[in-house]
Every structure is written in C-alpha cells, then in structure tokens.
C-alpha cells in the first residue's frame, strides 16, 4: 500500500492519519528504525543502553515493551526510563565542583556496571569527554545529597550546569544526556561556542520540565 507521503505526492487524496502514522511515515522516509529489528521509529521513541559499549540503542514500541523487564536483555541492554526531575535545594558549590576536578561548568554523572564506579562526561565540540573523577568528592556530594543514591546504573544521570549563570541540577535519563551532547558538537562554533549553541543549551533546559513521562 502506498505511503500517506508517497500519496500526496501524486496529488491523490490520502486517508487521515493519526499523529503517531505519520511520525511513524515520516521516520520511514528518513530511515529511523530500531537498531534491534529494523522496524520504523517515530522521531519519539525509546532507547536501549549497551552496557557493555556504552551506547544507545533506538527502540520500536515492540521492542520497548521486551526489554521492559528487569531480567530482559541479561543486564548487557537496558531500556532507558522516562522520568526526569529538577532537583530543589540540590547542594552543589563551586567548592564542590573544584573538587570533583571537571574542567568546565557543564558535566553528568552516572553509576557504570562495567567500570563498577561512577564516571564523569562533560559535553565538549568532540562529543562526550571523560574526567577523572575525584571519588572522594563524589562521595562528600552524595553524602549530602542521598537522591544520588537512587540513580539507575547505566540508565540515569546527575546533569548538572552552571555556565553561565545558570544553577541546573537534574535526574534525568540517559539519553538526555546525550542528546545534550550532540547539540553541542553540532552546534559549537569558534573558541567559545557562539550564540547559536548557547541559546540551544538554554532552550535544551527550559524544555526539560515540559517532556512528558510517556511517549508512547
């Protein structure tokens, strides 16, 4: 059966489509597909972790509802979670940051199984960086803060910024993160980034309070 774009592009009436069949069409056309079975993603979609490699996975609702276990995948894929939350009165000093030795004002944290610690990425105009972490500073933080305590291994983040001006403190799914990265790598000009890259960041945090917890 011939697609709702391919249709339209003939000039001949399409049946409606719901919002999902379309971004599901649209998706097709660009060649988003799960990275498990090749079905067509909508640009909305889950993720899975590859513990082990340390990258994402794009998942169909299929394949989403299968890893939606605690046992699936053998804990070497893991679905990423939804939920994401601004942490209030989160204690975080520059003092503190001095001492968890990150280079720059923007950094996220998580716990990795394979590493069997917590590591250190900032974003950075060649995509995620490690910092060596200072893990004692690390353990003076959650100390006072115990919501670090309850952060999914390889599934979940601290986010954290404070360029310029900022005082952003987040939990946050993995992908976040990374989608975080990947503005900035695209998006960074010159020595210290331009405009264009700046304003992206902002619109990045000032849209997290509005993602809903479900996409599907």
Do not use: K
Not at 143 to 163: G, I, K, M, Q, T
Not at 169 to 196: K, T
């Amino acid at each position: 059966m011939p697609s709702r774009l391919a249709q339209l592009a003939r000039g001949a009436p399409a049946p409606a489509a719901s919002p999902s069949q379309e971004a599901a069409e649209s998706a097709a056309a660009l060649g988003e597909r799960c990275d498990l079975c090749g079905e067509a993603v909508p640009p909305e979609h889950r993720h899975l972790v590859d513990v082990e490699r340390r990258r994402l996975l794009c998942a169909c609702r299929a394949c989403t509802l299968l890893f939606d276990r605690p046992a699936a995948g053998g804990g070497h894929l893991r679905l990423v979670p939804l939920g994401r939350r601004r942490l209030e009165g989160f204690a975080f000093d520059d003092a503190t940051w001095e001492r968890l030795r990150i280079p720059v004002e923007m950094a996220f944290f998580f716990d990795s199984s394979p590493a069997g610690r917590i590591v250190a990425l900032y974003p950075s105009p060649m995509g995620a960086t490690e910092s060596l972490l200072a893990l004692e500073a690390w353990e003076e933080l959650a100390a006072a803060n115990p919501v670090l305590h309850e952060l999914e291994p390889d599934v979940e983040a601290l986010l954290v910024s404070h360029a310029r001006g900022m005082h952003e403190h987040w939990r946050v799914p993995i992908d976040d993160c990374y989608e975080l990265v990947g503005i900035i790598r695209s998006r960074w000009r010159g020595f210290s980034g331009g405009e264009d890259v700046w304003r992206a960041i902002a619109l990045f945090f000032d849209d997290l309070p509005r993602r809903e917890e479900t996409r599907w």
